[in-house]
């Protein structure tokens, strides 16, 4: 068969398939690529360019590359398999003849990558940043109303020791998705009018991590809280020491603060939940952070010393790394103490919530009526309170159960004495002469990442050892954090939870 300047032979062909599909298909392909190469001039490569899903990747990490070709006439095409692919310095990693960059497992930094075909060249820097080695995803445990929002927080901790709060680069999902949906910026918000549970995913490079959502009908927070209003009031003491001083004036946004102290039930199962979701570590009876924002930092010691020897919450170890705590019988309702700034933190942040700042914690401890104690009178005896010394019903030679002296105007308890408590605020002496006269938190970021700003967390409200001086509303204790886990053991700090009102 001549068709244009080409000969095609066509012989031996079966009668049966001579007008099949196949040969009429295996006809028209000849015939097609013989006009091509008989009558069309030969196309040039004018450009050559370099293609990626992105430039950049994390050590350790692949990325596919593509390159593509513009001919003469406009026409483009994949090449991918016919250049030569190189990198300029193979430094921080290299490349197969697929097009397949590979970051060496330490490298950061950036490498270039180089594409030659049919005489032309193209380049490309790629970007290789940290590789994440652990993801923590908070809240983890999150009880919520079927018309609310909450914002939660990927903390990764990356292979040179580094550790950022990431978005960027992070991909969300929520399954079944019946009672609410998750943005890409980790935005989860509630349908109205649907309940039920809810399984929040991110992953991150090659990492993933999960946390739970419980959307209901009620606002059904995990401890008992009591709303603050809103408004102003007068905060610290121009009477007081250096660091109360002076005075001023300061207005917030409403809010709920815990009405108990956490006791030490509620911490251990906080403690059992995170031991089991690969939240902590356990050892020698410290109990230190595994990720997170805190990731390496210790949160509690759980035995006791000379002074205070009481032992309160035990680790009943089960073997090949398992195990779980639990609280001493008779004290599961005594506030929980002998953790640090973090450990305090992470319990907030795991349920949703948050520490009280050093305003709200100091309004609320006023009472709404400027006490001076936070008591139920904004007096001090033993009666209201369980302080220094002994008397009326205050007949305790530790902690009390929380609620057993009565509530403060608020309806909050053991507001001073009891245990000392931890705010969010970092410490500062002079503060206040530069406070924000509106939601002030204290020197330092609102997103904490490893260590406390200046590594001196505030206490308030004073302890059972305590004297009258140490648990007015006004007075800021503090505490320098190290890694001294005696320290831990021997404080007399516990906490209450707070969060905002929208």
């Known amino acids: 068969m001549i068709m244009g300047s080409c000969f095609i032979r066509i012989s031996h062909v079966p009668k049966q398939?001579?007008?099949s599909a196949i040969f009429i298909s295996a006809f028209l392909m000849a015939t097609v690529g013989c006009k091509k190469n008989s009558t069309e001039p030969q196309l040039s490569a004018q450009a050559l360019v370099i293609e990626a899903a992105a430039f950049n990747i994390y050590a350790g990490g692949s990325l596919q590359m593509s390159a593509k070709v513009t001919y003469s006439d406009g026409e483009t095409e994949d090449v991918t398999d016919d250049v030569q692919w190189s990198v300029l310095y193979g430094t921080k990693g290299g490349i197969d003849q697929n097009g397949l960059f590979s970051?060496?497992?330490?490298?950061?930094?950036?490498?270039?990558?180089?594409?030659f075909f049919k005489g032309l060249e193209a380049q490309q820097e790629i970007?290789?940043?940290?590789?994440?080695?652990?993801?923590?995803?908070?809240?983890?445990?999150?009880?919520?109303?079927n018309n609310g929002t909450q914002q939660f927080d990927l903390v990764a901790q990356f292979h040179d020791l580094s550790a950022a709060y990431v978005q960027e680069g992070a991909r969300w999902s929520v399954r079944p998705g019946l009672a609410g949906t998750i943005s890409e910026q980790g935005l989860f918000r509630a349908n109205t009018g649907m309940t039920g549970a809810e399984t929040l995913r991110v992953t991150f490079q090659n990492l993933a991590v999960e946390s739970f959502v419980?959307?209901?009908?009620?606002?059904e927070p995990p401890f008992a809280m009591s709303p603050i209003p809103g408004g102003a009031f007068l905060m610290g003491d121009d009477t007081g020491l250096e660091n109360e001083r002076p005075a001023h004036n300061v207005t917030l946004s409403a809010f709920e603060i815990g009405t108990y102290?956490?006791?030490?039930?509620?911490?251990?199962?906080?403690?059992?939940?995170?031991?089991?979701?690969?939240?902590?570590?356990?050892?020698?009876?410290?109990?230190a952070a595994k990720k997170g924002p805190y990731a390496g930092y210790i949160y509690a010691a759980i035995l006791g010393s000379e002074q205070y020897p009481q032992q309160r919450i035990l680790f009943i170890d089960r073997g090949n790394g398992t195990g779980e705590f639990a609280t001493i019988p008779g004290f599961e309702n005594h506030p929980v103490e002998r953790m640090s700034w973090y450990g305090a933190m992470a319990f907030c942040q795991f349920y949703g919530l948050r520490l009280p700042t050093e305003a709200e914690w100091e309004m609320a401890c006023r009472g709404g009526l400027q006490y001076e104690y936070g008591t139920a009178t904004g007096k001090l005896d033993h009666d209201v309170a369980n302080y220094e010394g002994y008397g009326g019903a205050d007949r305790f030679i530790s902690p009390a159960p929380v609620g057993s002296f009565p509530a403060n105007p608020f309806g909050l308890f053991d507001m001073s004495g009891n245990v000392s408590e931890y705010v969010f605020d970092a410490y500062q002496v002079t503060f206040y002469a530069n406070s924000p006269l509106r939601n002030p938190h204290g020197p330092g970021p609102m997103q904490v990442i490893g260590s406390l700003n200046g590594n001196r967390a505030i206490w308030r409200g004073g302890a059972w050892i305590h004297a009258p001086e140490m648990l007015r509303s006004a007075f800021r204790g503090n505490i320098f954090h190290q890694t001294d886990n005696s320290q831990l053991v021997q404080s007399t700090i516990g906490f209450r939870v707070a969060r905002s009102i929208e």
């Not at 060496?104 to 930094?109: E, I, P, V």
């Not at 419980?214 to 606002?219: L, W």
């Not at 089991?276 to 410290?286: A, H, N, P």
């Open 17 to 19: 398939i001579f007008g």
């Open 103 to 115: 970051a060496w497992g330490d490298a950061l930094g950036s490498e270039t990558i180089q594409a």
């Open 127 to 145: 970007t290789i940043t940290a590789r994440a080695t652990t993801l923590a995803l908070w809240p983890v445990l999150l009880n919520l109303q």
């Open 214 to 219: 419980q959307v209901s009908v009620a606002d």
């Open 261 to 287: 102290e956490v006791t030490n039930a509620e911490y251990v199962s906080y403690l059992n939940e995170a031991f089991r979701l690969g939240e902590i570590t356990y050892s020698s009876s410290v109990i």
